[in-house]
């Protein structure tokens, strides 16, 4: 399996966010996408899923199942955990297995892996962001699906959390995944490759900002 | 379970927990319509003769109630996008979700009805007539305002917006709602002619409004 970019443009609100982006990720492989603040990591990523159409360029995927798009394949983890204050901890985790078409044994166990399955019956408006965020990586375990878009993962986890992610994310580049995430720290991967989104950023900058200055 | 009754069920139990909204719905049509022959005074040859429009005003205003929140709370916690990805094509999801907004605030508003009818001086032959409009009709309420719901998304203070975007859209429902609620209780116009209409709006907003709701969500994400 193998997902590629080619020429990735992306506009927002009129702006150009990023253009000329390429990539390619095999299977096992992970890629660290970098970048200031407003650089368009997590606007990349949002492309990927399908969430946001391209302005230009090409995203294909080679060797999954051509009658599932990209997201289909794909889990997609955001800044927000997608999670329902007024359902226990296990209800969350049990309607997205459902609704992703999964089989629900692995439940439990995801919740153990991630730390939260003595607390499977709690409410999950009493978890903390941490534990929602931990909540969140479970529905990656329980759920196959061999594309993983990470959005700054690691954000609110400590750092008992962060080591666990990073088995996590181990063990699927192991089983043959891809990862694609969006980072200002390190992944602590060691194989990741680094798509820094800075460079063509800064170039734009100082290409447009007399421009923007004259009138 | 598969997804789409996975999520049906999901969306109810939210509903009825904590916060729902399920319940608000059905206090408001019951104080709405409660307040009506206070407003009124006590004359019951009036009462009646407004009394299905009354109910059917108050049941089209609290189906809005909950209406903002249908795809709102799922676009602020980011559910919405998850279910982007999922495998069930969005019509049938907004259509599952759409049924669950119908299971839990039209049903127990239906059910309200015959009673909240004897304060309006509705005679229990003419109250089956009555429920049986709202039965049919309160869909078409629901599956137009899925339509408004997908489309005041990502505003803040949606409902308003919501209310302005759908109430004119369900002036024909109301129109023959009311009108075959009317031949129920009073006559003299066949109950059947205005009734049938109703069917066929249901069924044309049950066709519509998913696909409607679908083009809009998918422009609101991006």
Not at chain 1, 108 to 116: K, R
Not at chain 2, 6 to 13: P, S
């Amino acid at each position: 399996m193998r997902l590629s970019a080619a020429d990735l443009d992306c506009h927002r609100g009129g702006r150009e966010v990023f253009a000329g982006i390429g990539f390619h990720l095999a299977a096992g492989q992970a890629l660290a996408v970098t970048g200031r603040n407003g650089a368009g990591k997590s606007s990349l990523l949002r492309t990927v899923a399908g969430f946001i159409r391209p302005a230009g360029g090409r995203l294909w995927l080679e060797g999954g199942d051509p009658e599932l798009s990209i997201a289909e394949q794909a889990h997609y983890l955001g800044h927000q955990d997608a999670v329902k204050p007024s359902l226990s901890v296990t209800e969350n985790l049990r309607f997205w297995t459902a609704f992703f078409g999964a089989d629900a044994h692995k439940v439990q166990d995801a919740l153990e892996w991630v730390g939260l399955g003595a607390i499977g019956a709690l409410p999950a408006a009493y978890l903390s962001a941490g534990q929602r965020r931990r909540l969140s990586i479970a529905r990656l375990l329980a759920v196959k699906r061999p594309i993983w878009l990470l959005d700054e993962p690691a954000s609110t986890l400590d750092a008992a959390g962060r080591g666990k992610l990073t088995d996590f994310m181990q063990s699927h580049l192991a089983g043959g995944g891809l990862i694609l995430a969006a980072t200002h720290g390190a992944l602590g991967l060691s194989s990741a490759q680094e798509l820094s989104l800075d460079r063509p950023a800064h170039a734009r900058t100082d290409k447009t900002q007399p421009a923007e200055a004259a009138p | 379970m598969t997804p789409l009754t996975a999520l049906l069920v999901r969306d109810m139990r939210i509903a009825v927990r904590v916060g729902g909204g399920a319940l608000i719905g059905v206090l408001f049509f019951v104080v709405v319509v409660t307040l009506t022959p206070f407003a009124v005074g006590p004359d019951l040859a009036l009462l009646k003769r407004i009394g299905p429009a009354i109910l059917w005003l108050a049941a089209l205003l609290a189906s809005l109630l909950a209406l903002d929140r249908l795809f709102a709370s799922d676009h602020e916690d980011g559910s919405l996008d998850l279910i982007l990805t999922g495998r069930a094509p969005l019509e049938l999801v907004i259509a599952a979700k759409g049924l669950a907004h119908w299971l839990t605030t039209a049903v127990p508003l239906i059910l309200a009805a015959p009673l909240i009818g004897l304060l309006l001086d509705i005679e229990p032959p003419a109250q089956a007539g009555l429920v049986l409009t709202l039965l049919v009709g309160t869909p078409a309420l629901t599956f137009i305002g899925v339509v408004g719901a997908a489309i005041a998304v990502t505003l803040r203070r949606g409902g308003l917006m919501l209310a302005v975007i759908v109430l004119p859209l369900t002036v024909p429902v109301l129109i023959f709602g009311v009108a075959a609620a009317n031949a129920a209780v009073a006559g003299p116009v066949p109950f059947g002619t205005p009734f049938t209409v109703l069917c066929a709006l249901t069924l044309a907003s049950l066709v519509i409004g998913p696909f409607a709701a679908a083009a809009a969500l998918r422009l609101d994400i991006e």
